[in-house]
Structure formats: structure tokens, C-alpha cells
């Protein structure tokens, strides 16, 4: 019983990077939002997987609001890979 518990309560890592991605589109039950906050207090890794997710969902959001109809040149996407390379290495 207190091992089937115990599964329940603590998420693998590939199951807690599918619900940092679910968390940004606000589709997690109470439940699920109490088992990522619990993974993320123990794991390190996962932590710093959410902190890359939501620079680049950040980044990208920026990026599709500043121009709808804007056409992306082959330098603007490198200076684009080359920014995020640079941010996640910090």
C-alpha cells in the first residue's frame, strides 16, 4: 500500500516535463499541479527545464506579437539560436 502510495505522489521526470508544458496552457487538475510542485522541490534538473520552458515560450511569445505579417531572414534565425544558446548556458 505505501508503495502504490508513494508512486502516486512522485512524478518520473518525463512525466513532470509533460506537465510543465500542460501548466502553461492552464490544463492541470489540482492534482497534478501538487505532484509537479513536489517533483520540482526535489529535482534540480526538472527545475532548470521549467526555467528554460518559459524563457523560450517567453521569447517566442515576444517574438509573435512584434509582427504578424514580418518576413524571418536566415540571419534573424541564427541571431535567434544564437541568443537562446547564450541564455541557457547561464
Known amino acids: 500500500m ?6 502516486f505522489l512522485l512524478l518520473s521526470c518525463s512525466e513532470t516535463t509533460l506537465l510543465i508544458e ?3 496552457a492552464d490544463e492541470l ?7 509537479l510542485k ?3 522541490s526535489i529535482c534540480k534538473w526538472c527545475r532548470a527545464y521549467e ?13 509573435l506579437n512584434k509582427g504578424h505579417n514580418q518576413v524571418i531572414h ?3 534565425i541564427q541571431e535567434f539560436k544564437s541568443k537562446i544558446k547564450s541564455k541557457i548556458k547561464t
Open 51 to 63: 526555467r528554460k520552458f518559459i524563457f523560450m515560450d517567453t521569447l517566442l511569445r515576444n517574438n
Open 38 to 40: 513536489g517533483h520540482l
Open 29 to 35: 487538475s489540482l492534482i497534478q499541479r501538487l505532484r
Open 22 to 24: 500542460l501548466q502553461n
Open 2 to 7: 505505501l508503495k502504490r502510495t508513494i508512486h
Open 74 to 76: 536566415e540571419n534573424d
